[in-house]
């Protein structure tokens, strides 16, 4: 069976001559269709270079990405994308923010109400639709565009360290909400952490990359029963698989 995601021999260098700056690569790796893996590494290692030239929002140096056995070689319009920072925008509600992304798609928001208020419903924000974002917290305007990049029903998601800049508890929270959204649909989703209990909470395969220039060193599968709540995360196999991935980045010298 081939692989949804195809990643072969793919390096970023930034730059020439003396200047350059070897960023990623090159690395291997086949994603197949519904697996959620993390890419997890120390900051600098080029999780997000990485994210950037799957989107096709960033060319590759050497090497070939192919999404459903096609060269990616621009802009991917059919996949949903979630940065660090989220995407809303402030004159519109919560509502009104997750259907702009049905609009660019010119579908007709009014005939996917139903999809809007059921991801709404989803995350606890359906009591909240017809607020702005100025008017949530930073954990509420995050499920809301988690919204915004599922309504279309991506087949594909690719999400960088998007609960980076929330708090311990609302992270934890949103992790739960994402979870169970990922758990509905089964897309496929590459998402960069620097969290490695965040990596084994959430992950089918965790993809470990080293130091900069960042390549894949390990992959390993996380054979543990979704959905995975706090007694999953109490259990010595969730232990087991955190200090392993601990000694791995100790190895490293990261932490």
């Given amino acids: 069976m081939s692989s949804l995601i195809s990643i072969r021999q793919v390096s970023k260098t930034f730059g020439k001559g003396p200047s350059e700056v070897h960023a990623f690569g090159p690395v291997d790796l086949d994603v197949e269709e519904g697996q959620f893996v993390s890419l997890l590494g120390p900051s600098g290692c080029g999780k997000s270079t990485l994210m950037l030239m799957l989107a096709g929002l960033l060319d590759v140096s050497t090497g070939q ?32 923010n997750v259907e702009l992304q049905l609009e660019m798609r010119r579908l007709d928001p009014k005939a996917h109400q ?80 620097h969290s490695i209990e965040e990596a084994v909470q959430l992950s089918s395969r965790v993809a470990v990359i080293t130091p900069r220039p960042g390549r894949i060193d390990r992959l390993i599968d996380i054979d543990l029963p979704f959905p995975r709540d706090l007694a999953v995360k109490n259990s010595p196999e969730f232990v087991t698989h955190v200090r392993d991935i601990q000694e791995i980045f100790r190895g490293y010298g990261v932490i």
């Fill in 65 to 96: 990405i192919s999404i459903n056995g096609r060269p990616v070689v621009s802009p991917q319009t059919d996949i949903g994308i979630m940065f660090q920072d989220n995407t809303l925008v402030p004159w519109r509600s919560v509502r009104g």
């Fill in 114 to 193: 139903d999809r809007v208020m059921y991801l709404l419903n989803q995350v606890r924000l359906a009591d909240f639709a017809d607020r702005f974002p100025h008017e949530l917290s930073g954990g509420m305007q995050q499920r809301a565009a988690f919204c915004q990049a599922m309504v279309h029903e991506p087949q594909i998601m690719l999400l960088d360290e998007p609960l980076g800049k929330l708090d311990a508890m609302t992270r934890e929270s949103i992790r739960s909400d994402l979870q169970k959204l990922w758990m509905t649909k089964r897309p496929t989703v590459l998402f960069v952490t």
